[in-house]
């Protein structure tokens, strides 16, 4: 595992920022740290890069326990902080030498220049980063996160406040970067999730309220499967209703019908083949399902 988090607790005085907080995160994977503002997510991103400390509970990253083993964590994590903390008067490859100064990376000529590349930054290498926009100063935040090549990236809320074409281009970067790191972003967008990530945890009010593949939670908060059919021409729902495995139809016109029935069974083969045998044919079938939209809004608002 790259990143082992065990009963984690947090307070700033008297608030508790997180609570009781464990989740696992391996390589090769594309985390989704997903939470409404203020629930926990910068704070325990801070914990893992070893920044602050819990007050309760155990962060290890590669094996290596965070608490005391801060020099090397460092070498093994990249970090993009939520304010991404860059000096606006020096230039980017001026920058990126400074901090592969601090890395004590070798060959740092090389290596900025590889760096340069993957994120796209080539046309702005010499310019001052006061003068970038957003996008390219989220880029030069990247290459400062990936510079020493860390096995873990943590990336908090690395898409915020970028315009549809540049969260789109990191978006991709990400995705691109992902495939060889284990990668945990944090947002507040669930969309963003759906786009990047291979697994989503969800925490509201320092608790982890889900942690899934996307698609799972989805079966998970769509348990009745629910499909939408619509015929050429009007069918009998008794006919509908002899299909195997189906729970329930409800008509809602005399072509159109809503069909529950058993998850796991498929069912959309036996609506064609009834279509054929009774002459008629499918015009549309949808399947019905709450969206992840939907999921996150209802696992974050109550009490
Ligand atoms: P998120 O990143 O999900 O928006 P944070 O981790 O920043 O959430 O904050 C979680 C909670 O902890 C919030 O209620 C916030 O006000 C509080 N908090 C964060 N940092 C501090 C701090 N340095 N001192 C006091 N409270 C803090
Ligand atoms: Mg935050």
């Known amino acids: 595992m790259s990143i082992v988090v065990e009963n984690v607790t947090k307070k700033y005085g008297e608030q508790k920022a997180l609570s009781q907080v464990s989740f ?18 910068s704070t325990m991103m801070k914990i893992i890069t070893g920044f602050i400390p819990a007050n309760e509970g155990s962060v290890s990253v590669c094996g290596l326990d965070v608490s005391s083993n801060q020099i090397k964590i460092k070498k093994k994590i990249g970090y993009l902080a939520e304010q991404n903390p860059l000096y606006y ?38 310019k ?6 957003k996008g390219y100063k989220q880029r030069v935040g990247l290459a400062h996160a990936l510079l ?24 991709n970067l990400i995705k691109k970067i992902g495939a060889q790191k284990t990668v945990m972003l944090s947002t507040h967008i669930m969309q963003e999730v759906e786009a990047i990530c291979d697994r989503v945890i969800i925490i509201n009010k320092g608790e982890i309220v889900a942690n899934d593949s996307t698609k799972n939670l989805s079966n998970l908060f769509n348990p009745n499967s629910v499909i ?16 195997v495995g189906i729970t329930k139809v409800e008509e809602l016109n005399s072509k159109t019908f809503k069909v529950h029935h058993k998850p796991k069974t498929e069912v959309k083969n036996d609506l064609f083949n009834l279509a054929i045998a ?3 044919s499918v015009e549309s079938l949808q399947r ?14 109550k009490n």
Do not use: C
């Open 24 to 41: 696992t995160a391996k390589p090769g994977e594309i985390v989704g740290f997903l939470g409404p503002n203020g629930a926990g997510k």
């Open 89 to 126: 008067d020096m230039f980017v490859r001026e920058y990126l030498t400074f901090i592969a100064g601090i890395f004590k990376i070798s060959n740092s000529k090389e290596r900025i220049n590889e760096i340069i590349k993957l994120v796209g930054l080539s046309l702005e290498q010499n």
């Open 128 to 133: 001052k980063i006061g003068a970038l926009s």
């Open 148 to 171: 020493h090549d860390p096995e873990v990236l943590i990336l908090d809320e690395p898409t915020t406040g970028l315009d549809p074409n540049q969260l789109e281009e990191i978006r």
């Open 228 to 243: 939408v059919v619509e015929f050429e021409k009007a069918i009998s729902i008794q006919k509908i209703n002899q299909i």
């Open 278 to 280: 009774e002459n008629n």
């Open 288 to 301: 019905e399902t709450k969206n992840l939209e939907g999921i996150f809004k209802e696992l974050t608002t």
